[in-house]
């Protein structure tokens, strides 16, 4: 399965998605994520699953069948924008709350057999380079937390230009 999860305007989507069938899930903003309250539920009573009900909710679930992860994000002074590290924290549920020892550090053990690959583009008019640096730190821990691995990190000033560097988009 292949999931993207991006902070794009409608309008800019739209156009950059317009007849894509590369995709299995597009994850963007509805304007109905709620943010995780840190309960644990997803871990302990309803594994896999958050409490809070929106369309969100199973975003670990289904992280469990994805073999490749799209993140398309403004930067953040190095980080994701709001939207897409709350959906990241919604999925918290994709791993165990027990750890284990992975490349010399403690990282939550993984629940789910698939291997995700990670290719993230950042977007920006004026990141700066030790913003790419932490970007790049960010991405590969996520890539350790998951237990998956880095395929591509973009820069670019415009989200179109990472469309076209990931292969994406049509008619970009």
């Given at each position: ?9 409608d309008s800019v989507a739209e156009g950059l998605l317009k007849d894509n069938k590369e995709f299995d899930l597009v994850i963007s903003d ?55 590290k709350n959906v990241l924290d919604r999925g918290i549920s994709y791993v165990h ?76």
């Amino acid at each position: 399965m292949k999931i993207l999860i991006h902070d794009l305007d409608d309008s800019v989507a739209e156009g950059l998605l317009k007849d894509n069938k590369e995709f299995d899930l597009v994850i963007s903003d509805d304007g109905t994520i709620k943010a995780c309250i840190g309960c644990f539920a997803c871990w302990i009573k309803n594994p896999g699953l958050c409490i809070l009900k929106d369309s969100y909710s199973d975003t670990g679930a289904k992280l469990s069948k994805c073999d490749d992860l799209i993140i398309i994000s403004r930067s953040y002074y190095g980080g994701y924008s709001p939207f897409v590290k709350n959906v990241l924290d919604r999925g918290i549920s994709y791993v165990h709350p027990y750890f284990v020892i992975r490349n010399g550090q403690m990282h939550h053990k993984r629940r789910y057999k698939n291997r995700i690959g990670l290719q993230v583009g950042f977007y920006g008019s004026d990141i700066t380079e030790e913003e790419k640096a932490t970007a790049e730190k960010l991405v590969r821990a996520n890539s350790i937390n998951y237990d998956g691995y880095v395929k591509d990190i973009s820069f670019a000033k415009d989200p179109t230009e990472i469309f076209k560097s990931f292969k994406i988009a049509k008619n970009v």
